[in-house]
């Protein structure tokens, strides 16, 4: 029998590797991480890009992700995660509508590499 994810929690993809993998925004298609086949890598955020982060901090992170994880202003560096770790933590987004993508390199890597999007990460244009 599976387990039903928690209703009330951002929802989460595994994959095992990212060198051979783009990744795209689920919502409007715009690459965001390239594969890590090219050794210079640029982040490209789009509006629903919701967090980039790795297992030693954050590369991006939208303004819904600071005020619902109530972290706003606050540095990665000042984060007091606790007893969790950054992939942990983020699984705790309190919005069903919000999608973890979590990639784990092969050993003898242990750096995890998490990208989330959601509809509403950054609020809309005024005007």
Known sequence: ??????????QRV???DLSQADVHCPFCGQLVLPSGEDESVEIEPCAHT?????DEGFEARSPLFDVLMD????????????????DTWTDTFPDPLAVKFAFYPPA????????????????????
């Open 1 to 10: 029998m599976t387990q039903r994810p928690d209703p009330v929690k951002i």
């Open 108 to 127: 003898p890597s242990t750096l995890g590499i998490y990208v989330a999007f959601h509809p509403y990460a950054h609020p809309p244009e005024e005007g």
């Open 14 to 16: 595994e994959y095992c």
């Open 50 to 54: 919701l967090f980039i982060a790795h």
């Open 71 to 86: 972290i706003e202003g606050v540095e990665t560096d000042d984060l007091e995660l606790g007893e969790e770790n950054i």
